[in-house]
Nanobody, 124 residues
Framework: QVQLVESGGGLVQAGGSLRLSCAAS????????MGWFRQAPGKEREFVAA???????YYADSVKGRFTISRDNAKNTVYLQMNSLKPEDTAVYSC??????????????????WGQGTQVTVSS
């Protein structure tokens, strides 16, 4: 079992930055694909970013060039650096872990473990 705990959310003005962290416990996530998803009120959960064990990264078009996903296997932690934030980025952000190295990293139904989420609010 893997437990995931997100942190780093908060309230920020448009144009600002936040760095989310996802700390894993229970076992090493170094071989897992790690993803970030978000869900805004009244909307479905959507893919944000993912990183494979190889280091390959994937981004939603809406965040490409503004967000960066990274991982520190020594700390068993994944990060999401969010720059140039917009009001439409407001959502609950959740991290997820997928044991399968070959799944579609943008699909939420392939992930095996989920964190509880952290709120990000961007004011205009």
């Amino acid at each position: 079992q893997v437990q995931l705990v997100e942190s780093g959310g908060g309230l920020v003005q448009a144009g600002g930055s936040l760095r989310l962290s996802c700390a894993a416990s229970g076992r090493s996530i170094s071989t897992y694909t790690m993803g970030w998803f978000r869900q805004a009120p009244g909307k479905e959960r959507e893919f944000v970013a993912a990183i494979r064990r190889s280091g390959s990264r994937y981004y939603a078009d809406s965040v490409k060039g503004r967000f960066t996903i990274s991982r520190d296997n020594a700390k068993n932690t994944v990060y999401l650096q969010m720059n140039s934030l917009k009001p439409e980025d407001t959502a609950v952000y959740s991290c997820a872990a997928d044991r399968n190295a070959y799944s579609d990293p943008t699909a939420d139904n392939v992930y095996d473990y989920w964190g509880q989420g952290t709120q990000v609010t961007v004011s205009s």
